[in-house]
């Protein structure tokens, strides 16, 4: 038997920094690497990934390549989401990165869910006409060979978080809102635009599924949901939901619910736990699976860096690893 760990981990914009900035990247490698050992993973899903530039080079991975050296990790090839011409994106890219063989990589974003038509009800200066409220970030897709042989699908996701979208005239600065109207319009902008990216994955899913319904997929990332969100239960597919016991095979397993309640939260915020990062795995994978870790013992309170505008070195999400074992 061969055992596969898979990690997904929001590294929280992580970047190099400009002379006098802190924490610095030597810093925030100095308490990351050690999780990213501790993740032993043979695939690591990673969000928040910033790409560097140097002069004649396009736009590339730097940072996490500096994060991942003295790892296990250390020289895997790195599959990102990118802008178009290839380069990675200046900002939160996500990334897969594994040691074992990656046949085929596409992204997503509006390619399965068209953009929504929206007019504005709080914006000043009025919205003349409906403006088109798009997806913010791709979806990563890549099959990656199992030491069996068998093919895996890994779909790496960052959902719109539940910070409300701009709306025109609506913000006296970047903290306060000036209509409550105004900042629950945002809040449903983002609402739409997370449910959209939920709605793709799950379109996506089903794609894979038409083509191969023995397919093994894994879909690990942000998702800025809890559990039971809706955003959340539409990938999941329950037949509780769907009311249609034919598409049992369809459901996603989530994997966190192996751990103990109590233990189960990716996220600290304002003094309670949240369960925001998830790994759901197709029921076929279950034959394989053989536990779950989330890291999240030293986790600070991401409300209260936010309050005083004072970053910690260390992310504020922590991983989840799900452990597989393969003939």
């Not at 993740?39 to 396009?58: N, S």
Request: glycine share 6%; hydrophobic share 40%.
């Amino acid at each position: 038997m061969v055992e596969v760990r898979i990690a997904t981990f929001n590294l929280e914009n992580l970047d190099e920094t400009a002379p006098g900035e802190l924490p610095t990247l030597a810093e925030r490698i100095a308490l990351m690497r050690p999780q990213i050992l501790r993740l032993r993973a043979d695939v690591a899903c990673f969000q928040e990934v910033h790409g560097q530039e140097r002069p004649g080079q396009p736009r590339a991975l730097l940072a996490l390549a500096e994060l991942l050296r003295e790892t296990p990790l250390q020289g895997a090839p790195m599959t990102s989401t990118r802008v178009q011409g290839g380069a990675v994106y200046d900002e939160r890219n996500l990334v897969v990165v594994t040691h074992l063989p990656v046949t085929r990589v596409e992204q997503l974003r509006n390619d399965l869910v068209a953009p929504v038509e929206y007019r504005r009800l709080s914006a000043d200066p009025p919205d003349a006409a409906a403006v088109e409220i798009g997806i913010e970030r791709p979806i990563l897709h890549v099959e990656i060979t199992l030491p069996d042989g068998s093919t895996l699908h890994v779909i790496n996701v960052h959902w719109k978080s539940k910070i409300p979208t701009d709306i025109p005239g609506q913000r006296i600065d970047a903290f306060t809102w000036r209509t409550a109207d105004g900042w629950a319009e945002g809040s449903f902008l983002s609402s739409m635009k997370r449910m959209a990216q939920a709605l793709e994955t799950r379109r996506l899913i089903d794609r894979i599924l038409d083509d191969d319904p023995d397919a093994q997929i894994v879909v690990a990332g942000d998702f800025n949901a809890a559990p039971d969100e809706v955003s959340v239960t539409a990938v999941r597919g329950d037949v509780e939901n769907t009311g249609n016991p034919a598409l049992v095979a369809r459901v996603l397993v989530p994997i966190e619910q192996t751990v103990p309640e109590p233990a189960r939260f990716t996220l600290y915020h304002q003094g309670h736990g949240q369960m925001l990062d998830h790994m759901l795995i197709t029921r076929n994978l279950l034959a394989h699976y053989r536990g779950s870790e989330i890291h999240n013992e030293l986790l600070h309170d991401e409300s209260a860096a936010f309050a005083v505008d004072l970053k910690f070195p260390e992310s504020d999400h922590a991983p989840v690893v799900g452990t597989f074992q393969f003939v």
